[in-house]
């Protein structure tokens, strides 16, 4: 299996309760979404999110998201999908850092990993632990009296966990913290989350004041060190969460007994990958984890719900439904709240089928690069010897969505059949590998550049099907379907091919045929005479080509 088109979507996810608020005046009111689809070989494809929680929590924002994940495309084309670890290091090789950039991509591997084997990703993950994964609420910061009244509501839908946004002055914070807690019934459970907002000081202060509450302190300082102080201060369960991005950072955590329990979240440490190192450490380590992400919607909630349901229930401390926060749904199938619980899908992958009509046409796609696939992959394929199959007819079938694929599949069996296999190959491309209404004519402009390339190659008896491949692979909209019909008209109409005589033997007779048999009236011409104007082709016409007695379906469409 291999990766051959990567398309990136942006989506907009606005809050039900109109904003959410943190630390030092931070908040957001719509989150950026960046939804990534990796297709492949073998007709899955697979999908990841990552939504950053605006571009000052992390060091990561919604635009670098997107244009890391362009810089790392050229590089995943071509690879193994379904090699984790592999994918992994060929993204750290060549993107240092940005492990935010790298969680999409991912996610997305893991869930045709899950479909190529037809199970859910936590099962591949570890396996079920329990019925259902416990969730927390995260509670905007506001007023001590709001925030106060929240836990009802929130109570009300389920949850018993809650998440108090603090990290502000420190006087409003000890009140947060003592009219919350006030509200809390036998049973639940309180964290105090401060996202680095305190100086050493004022933590100080806040975490004396609360001494007799029974509260979690999370991460109240920006600096690893300052944290340790406070850590050593109080007596208070405490929880780190963004200085723990990586397997080091856990390390050096447990060495100075840092911490009682962690915030794992996975684009923070770079996927799905990275996360289930840290989770299964810590399960041997012995800390509970918070599991989770920075912010996200349908997708997002997919993974962690996968990630959480197969970790032991002893070492879940809580996790969180992002998709019940936000108004927009980007994907069928995706967990949702249960008396506060939530639990991963059991269907293969992640369990996800995006909404398109809700995400709409791709940012940009990137397909396998032609030149790069045939400078990879020997021509010379046993399984794909010309002998081994019918003339003109791919080894394995293109899924009707696969334009990249399928522009790089038939210029590599153009060059294995020769000058007998490339008029079919080129014809089962225009006809059975374009997503209707998908219209190549749309590229007209580029096919002035295309003819200086074929003219450039036109002793090659594969040249048309180059240049073709070429195009599709340029592919990145779509018009009207009502110009399909003209897609034959133009491959070798406008490409000025030299005439046959100037082409050498059969490759000069080919495509001089092939010019004739691109335009209409050569098509109708074919379908009666069973070869092209200027004459029949060896072995007769393809069996993809509209007339054959293989494919009469087709001979509508140009009638």
């Not at 009219?179 to 019934?185: F, G, M, Q």
């Not at 109080?234 to 447990?254: C, G, M, Y």
């Not at 029949?536 to 993809?544: D, K, Y």
């Amino acid at each position: 299996m291999e990766i051959n088109q990567v398309s990136v979507y942006r989506v907009e996810l606005p809050l039900h309760e109109g904003s959410y608020k943190w630390a030092g005046g931070k908040g957001v009111e719509v989150f950026d979404c960046t939804l990534v689809r990796i297709g492949t070989n073998r007709g899955i494809d697979g999908w990841g999110e990552v939504t950053p929680l605006g571009p000052f929590y992390l060091p990561a924002f919604a635009e670098g998201a997107r244009t890391g994940i362009k810089e790392l495309v050229p590089h995943l084309l071509g690879l193994d999908p379904t090699e984790l670890a592999k994918v992994n290091e060929v993204m750290d090789r060549n993107l240092l850092g940005h492990n935010y950039v790298k969680s999409a991509i991912d996610m997305a591997c893991w869930d045709i990993l899950g479909k190529a084997a037809d199970m859910p990703v936590c099962q591949l993950l570890g396996g079920r632990f329990g019925e259902a994964v416990d969730l927390y609420r995260a509670i905007s910061q506001d007023t001590p009296e709001r925030m106060a009244a929240r836990v009802a509501e929130y109570r009300a839908e389920g949850y018993h966990k809650f998440q108090l946004k603090v990290g502000g002055a420190v006087e409003d914070d000890i009140a947060r913290i003592k009219a919350v807690s006030a509200k809390l019934d036998k049973g639940d459970i309180l964290v105090a989350d401060a996202n680095t907002g305190w100086k050493l000081h004022e933590a100080a202060r806040v975490v004396d004041a609360v001494r007799d509450i029974d509260v979690y302190i999370e991460q109240p300082c920006r600096s690893y060190e300052e944290c340790v102080s406070i850590r050593r201060r109080t007596a208070r369960p405490f929880i780190l969460d963004e200085n723990i991005d990586s397997l080091e950072a856990l390390l050096r955590a447990h060495a100075d007994g840092a911490m009682d329990c962690i915030n794992l979240k996975i684009s923070k440490v770079g996927g799905l990958t990275k996360a289930r190192q840290i989770r299964d450490l810590c399960v041997s380590l012995g800390y509970p984890m918070t599991i989770e992400d920075s912010w996200g919607g349908d997708v997002v909630t997919a993974a962690i719900a996968h990630l959480a349901h197969s970790t032991p229930e002893a070492f879940r401390f809580s996790s969180t439904d992002f998709n019940s926060y936000v108004t927009v749904s980007t994907a069928q199938g995706a967990p949702h709240r249960r008396d506060g619980t939530m639990r991963a899908s059991t269907e293969p992958g992640l369990g996800i089928r995006p909404r398109m009509d809700v995400l709409g046409e791709p940012l940009f796609t990137k397909a396998a690069d032609l030149a790069a696939a045939l400078a990879d992959r020997p021509t010379d394929r046993s399984s794909e010897r010309a002998s081994e199959r019918p003339v003109g007819r791919p080894a394995e079938p293109l899924p009707p969505w696969h334009v990249g694929g399928a522009a790089t599949s038939v210029a590599v069996r153009c060059q294995t059949h020769g000058s007998r296999g490339w008029l079919g190959c080129l014809c089962e491309c225009v006809l059975g590998s374009l997503r209707p209404p998908a219209a190549v004519c749309v590229l007209a402009s580029r096919l002035r550049l295309a003819g200086s390339l074929a003219s450039s190659l036109h002793g090659r008896p594969c040249v048309a099907a180059y240049v073709y491949a070429w195009l599709v692979a340029e592919l990145e909209d779509e018009r009207a379907s009502d110009e399909l019909g003209a897609c034959l008209a133009w491959p070798m109409g406008d490409l000025k091919m030299p005439a046959a005589s100037n082409r050498p033997g059969r490759a000069g007779q080919a495509a001089s045929r092939l010019h004739l048999a691109g335009s209409p009236s050569g098509l109708r011409a074919a379908r009666s005479r069973g070869g092209g104007p200027a004459g029949p082709l060896p072995g007769g016409l393809p069996a993809c080509l509209p007339g054959s007695a293989a494919d009469p379906a087709l001979t509508d469409r140009f009638r």
